[in-house]
């Protein structure tokens, strides 16, 4: 298993404003990913992060929006940039653990741009 | 591209019942399916892992099935709790993807005293 910190919990930010939130794990991992969750919907991956190579990003997401750094393999950072009331959501980090790729979840970061 | 739903969207029941939420997957190339339950506001806490090549999986009172041929797993929960009050996901690890979840929109579970 893994235990996932993330900061911060929550936030109230500005239209235009930028966040970055961080994501520390308690071992090693190789990958990790970054989850967004729009209020009332399920979970939407944002991209994934490997330590030592430029973060993946999926469909409808760019690295102009999302910029993400991985500078070792216990910690990374999700910014959210000139941020809009539409980025209001909880944005949720994950690490894969072992040979059946099991995914565990830090507890989130709730953001409600005003 | 995989496609993932749970049925139902909501269910509420009383204490003591035995309940099952139900998943449903388009694409039978997987390489694991697990089910996460979901606090309101918090985030996830993983209850099962089922492997592509598994059937079934269990922990304490909670069991769930997997049929990759027809695209469905289960989770069943026996003696249901007012604690076990939360939002079910189910989520579909891509095969050849690293793993990568496509997720459900989630059953919310209200178990009444």
């Known amino acids: 298993s893994a235990v996932i910190s993330q900061k911060p919990s929550r936030d109230i930010c500005q239209r235009g404003t930028s966040l970055t939130i961080q994501c520390q794990v308690d071992?090693?991992?190789?990958?990790m990913f970054w989850y967004r969750q729009q209020p009332g919907q399920s979970l939407t991956l944002i991209a994934t992060?490997?330590?030592?190579?430029?973060?993946?990003?999926e469909s409808g997401f760019v690295i102009d929006k999302f910029p993400i750094s991985r500078p070792n393999l216990t910690f990374s950072t999700l910014t959210v940039s000139n941020m809009s009331p539409e980025d209001s959501s909880i944005y949720l980090c994950?690490?894969?653990?072992?040979?059946?790729?099991?995914?565990?979840f830090g507890p989130g970061t709730r953001l409600t741009v005003t | 591209k995989q496609e993932v739903t749970q049925i139902p969207a909501a269910l509420s029941v009383p204490e003591g019942e035995n309940l099952v939420l139900n998943c449903s997957f388009t694409?039978?190339?997987?390489?694991?399916l697990q089910w996460f339950r979901q606090d309101p506001g918090k985030g996830l806490t993983s209850l099962l892992l089922i492997q592509s090549s598994q059937r079934e999986q269990t922990s304490g009172r909670l069991n769930a099935s997997l049929d990759k041929s027809s695209g469905r797993s289960t989770l069943y929960i026996a003696a249901s709790q007012p604690g076990d009050s939360a939002t079910y996901l189910c989520?579909?690890?891509?095969?050849?993807?690293?793993?990568?979840?496509?997720f459900g929109q989630g059953t919310e579970l209200s178990v009444k005293p």
């Open positions: 694409d039978s190339a997987i390489y694991n």
């Open positions: 994950s690490v894969r653990v072992g040979q059946y790729y099991e995914q565990y």
């Open positions: 071992s090693q991992v190789t990958m």
């Open positions: 992060a490997n330590q030592g190579s430029e973060a993946t990003y």
């Open positions: 989520a579909v690890g891509l095969y050849n993807q690293g793993g990568k979840l496509i």
